[in-house]
């Protein structure tokens, strides 16, 4: 495998010089504007791989000069973490200890510390109150067969028993599925949709670098963001980079007209422009196709870091559009998951994809059941995934 640096005054001759050196089957795997420590090489920098690097693991995927090593902390950052990763600690467990005794049922406090951790828990993890009851009382149910009697203790020997059911109890209210394109129906098309600014463009190219190029499939990256012009360069820019076909459509008809003519391509990705609650009405045309073309597998985009009553709010506007998974996007922006879970718990869409940052195609993940329940119940948590 060879992977290789190419800098310059443009990002396009960058590529030029790579796709030069490296042939049309070199694959772009990074892409941005230098540092200031390497400026004097180029203003950008690519880096390219050549075909044996396609569906090398992320891991493996090379890192862009000056970005940070996984690092050797310094004594004093080493102490200065420990010392917050502590605070933190204590910090968590006031919390919980205030949200025990200010939010669980009264029955619960003092009865089981399990059943009221795991509530304050899922709380903390920002599943709204209801959702939390519902979910801890039913492992209880699980583990006894029925509530909790006031005035009883779980015994210490019950944890791990009940922290099985809890995950469990999860497990069994969401689904993940990390599948694009409507069953074995080819091309496989895959829409992204949701409010402005969400991630829809760069998760898209995430995604047709992934499941795409790194696995030699033909890619047609398709636009509907006449919107802004910009908006439209942005996607036309990235098709350039990666060496993929690209239309920009005014109409659903057109852009039916381009599915139709593109039928040889394995995957086909279709970007839409941001839309606010006022645009949901006025996109009715769109609405209108995506929601009755059976062959096309729409994903909503929402940022995981959107609070848990708004994120409700703007899933159920987009129901217009009839979205059949939930993409959840900038992860590295929250520290709370728990809205994740419970939107999809809420609607019964599943769950497909996660991004997790700004490099692409590095920061985009699968959804799974065993990373949701990492993410949702971090602080029961590892000890509920642990008695799993
Ligand atoms: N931190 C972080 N930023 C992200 C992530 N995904 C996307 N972004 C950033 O969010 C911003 C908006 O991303 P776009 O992909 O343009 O969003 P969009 O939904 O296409 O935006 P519109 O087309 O304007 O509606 C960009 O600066 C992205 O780099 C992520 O997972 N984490
Ligand atoms: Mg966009």
């Not at 796709?19 to 090489?41: C, D, F, I, Y």
């Not at 006022?278 to 009755?292: K, M, N, Q, V, Y």
Request: proline fraction near 6%; aromatic fraction near 6%; glycine fraction near 8%.
């Amino acid at each position: 495998m060879k992977i290789k640096s190419y800098y310059s005054r443009t990002v396009e001759d960058a590529i030029a010089a790579a796709r030069q050196e490296m042939g049309p089957e070199a694959m772009l795997m990074n892409s941005r504007k230098t540092p200031p420590e390497v400026r004097h090489l180029g203003e950008y920098e690519v880096v390219f791989a050549d075909a044996a690097a396609a569906g090398a693991p992320a891991e493996t995927l090379p890192k862009l000069a000056g970005e940070p090593a996984p690092v050797t902390r310094a004594p004093l950052g080493d102490r200065l973490s420990t010392e917050v990763a502590e605070l933190k600690k204590e910090l968590e467990g006031m919390r919980r200890a205030i949200t025990r005794t200010a939010y669980a049922p009264a029955q619960w406090i003092g009865v089981s510390q399990d059943i009221s951790d795991a509530y304050a828990a899922l709380t903390a993890a920002e599943v709204p109150a209801e959702l939390a009851r519902e979910i801890v009382q039913a492992a209880g149910d699980r583990v006894n067969g029925t509530h909790p009697p006031a005035g009883r203790t779980t015994q210490k020997a019950d944890s791990p028993v009940f922290q099985r059911a809890l995950t469990e109890e999860v497990a069994s209210r969401f689904t993940a599925d990390a599948t694009l394109g409507r069953g074995p129906a080819q091309p496989r098309i895959a829409a992204l949709v949701g409010p402005p600014g969400s991630g829809k463009t760069t998760t898209l190219v995430k995604l047709a670098v992934t499941y795409g190029l790194a696995a030699r499939r033909p890619v047609l990256l398709l636009s509907m963001d006449t919107y802004r012009v910009a908006a439209a360069d942005q996607l036309r820019s990235y098709a350039a980079i990666l060496g993929v076909g690209f239309q920009l459509l005014e109409t659903v008809s057109s852009l039916a007209q381009a599915i139709e003519e593109n039928r040889g391509k394995e995957l086909i990705f279709i970007d839409t422009p941001g839309l606010a609650y006022g645009d949901l009405e006025d996109s009715e045309s769109l609405a209108h196709f995506l929601a009755t073309r059976g062959d096309i597998d729409t994903h909503l985009v929402l940022p995981a870091s959107m609070k848990a009553a708004d994120l409700s709010r703007m899933v159920d506007a987009f129901e217009i559009l009839r979205p059949r998974h939930l993409l959840f996007t900038k992860l590295d922006e929250t520290g709370s998951y728990g809205p994740i879970f419970s939107e999809a718990a809420r609607t019964g869409k599943p769950l497909s994809f996660f991004t997790t940052g700004q490099r692409i195609p590095e920061d985009l993940e699968a959804a799974s059941p065993e990373r949701v329940l990492d993410l949702v119940l971090q602080g029961a948590g590892c000890r509920a995934r642990s008695a799993a």
